[in-house]
């Protein structure tokens, strides 16, 4: 499938099936209609291996009346695919499953009041499905936006321990998760602050808002941007890392070190302190 077509069904927030958050009423009735946003793709698995090559179903008739009734299962040649978030919006549950040694994730749901509802959601799932834990060494130091005053403990991430021990055995070596979030720290280029000061809900503004203009879009840019590179540009490495245990210590470098140095052009704030020395 195409980039566009992925990106398409991500954004199916509004879907006839959509798992445990589906209503038979609701389900035939959004297919009738064709409030619809999901696809049908091959199945991955063996019932696809006649059709997983194809960009969508040669006769959709009984598929439709499969999706109207709610009939959509792995036991079809096609399966009905749609947005992820109606059961775990971070894609973290599947690369656990899948016992992934390494996982950045960033969370871009909207969440004004840092609750982290996503990241609840997903290490609750885990924990119940497959009775792995995941923990924080340090506390999750991710501040909804203040620019009355600068907090030196705020973070664009934080560093987590999958457990895989837990099921495992002792023998199995934990997991590292990279949990990025959105956030503003004051270390910002001054045109994000400019635009942080002006929307009062950057950058937790609404997903609904599909039609970003060109401060806006180039806000949420440039502020990933100088997430990333605060994490690691100023850690032991001191340059872009190459590898997955560069960038691991990093960013657990900038999680415990203190208040980071301002880059030029940066936003006003506390006066740094040099970081502790190692």
């Given at each position: 499938?195409?980039?566009?077509?992925?990106?398409?069904?991500?954004g199916?927030?509004?879907?006839?099936?959509?798992?445990?958050?589906?209503?038979?009423?609701?389900?035939?009735?959004?297919?009738?209609?064709?409030?619809?946003?999901?696809?049908?793709?091959?199945?991955?698995?063996?019932?696809?291996?006649?059709?997983?090559?194809?960009?969508?179903?040669?006769?959709?008739?009984?598929?439709?009346?499969?999706?109207?009734?709610?009939?959509?299962?792995?036991r079809?040649?096609?399966?009905?695919?749609s947005?992820?978030?109606?059961?775990?919006?971070?894609?973290?549950?599947?690369?656990?499953?899948?016992?992934?040694?390494?996982?950045?994730?960033g969370?871009?749901?909207?969440?004004?009041?840092?609750?982290?509802?996503?990241?609840?959601?997903?290490?609750?799932?885990?924990?119940?499905?497959?009775?792995?834990?995941?923990?924080?060494?340090?506390?999750?130091?991710i501040?909804?936006?203040?620019?009355?005053?600068?907090?030196?403990?705020?973070?664009?991430?934080a560093?987590?321990?999958?457990?895989?021990?837990?099921?495992?055995?002792?023998?199995?070596?934990?997991?590292?998760?990279?949990?990025?979030?959105?956030?503003?720290?004051?270390?910002?280029?001054?045109?994000?602050?400019?635009?942080?000061?002006?929307?009062?809900?950057?950058?937790?503004?609404?997903?609904?808002?599909?039609?970003?203009?060109?401060?806006?879009?180039?806000?949420?840019?440039?502020?990933?941007?100088?997430?990333?590179?605060?994490?690691?540009?100023n850690?032991?490495?001191?340059?872009?890392?190459?590898?997955?245990?560069?960038?691991?210590?990093?960013?657990?470098?900038?999680?415990?070190?203190?208040?980071?140095?301002?880059?030029?052009?940066?936003?006003?704030?506390?006066?740094?302190?040099?970081?502790?020395?190692?």
């Open positions: 499938i195409s980039l566009g077509t992925a990106v398409a069904t991500s199916a927030a509004a879907n006839p099936n959509m798992g445990a958050n589906s209503s038979p009423a609701i389900t035939f009735i959004m297919t009738v209609f064709n409030a619809r946003l999901g696809i049908w793709l091959g199945n991955p698995g063996p019932l696809g291996r006649n059709t997983w090559t194809r960009s969508g179903p040669v006769n959709s008739a009984s598929l439709i009346l499969d999706e109207a009734l709610g009939f959509t299962d792995a079809h040649p096609y399966v009905n695919l947005d992820g978030g109606h059961f775990e919006d971070l894609a973290l549950y599947e690369m656990v499953r899948r016992r992934c040694s390494f996982i950045v994730v969370d871009a749901g909207q969440d004004p009041s840092y609750a982290y509802n996503d990241l609840g959601n997903a290490i609750r799932k885990i924990r119940i499905d497959f009775g792995i834990s995941i923990d924080f060494a340090d506390r999750v130091n501040f909804p936006k203040d620019l009355t005053k600068a907090n030196p403990a705020a973070r664009y991430c560093v987590g321990h999958i457990r895989y021990r837990d099921v495992d055995g002792p023998e199995a070596p934990d997991g590292i998760l990279i949990y990025v979030k959105p956030a503003i720290c004051e270390t910002e280029p001054y045109d994000v602050y400019n635009y942080a000061r002006s929307s009062l809900m950057f950058p937790q503004e609404s997903t609904s808002d599909q039609w970003f203009n060109e401060s806006q879009f180039e806000s949420y840019r440039a502020l990933g941007r100088e997430a990333i590179l605060t994490m690691v540009r850690g032991p490495h001191h340059t872009i890392p190459l590898s997955f245990q560069e960038f691991q210590e990093d960013v657990e470098d900038y999680v415990r070190r203190g208040p980071v140095v301002k880059t030029a052009g940066g936003a006003p704030g506390a006066t740094p302190e040099p970081p502790p020395k190692t």
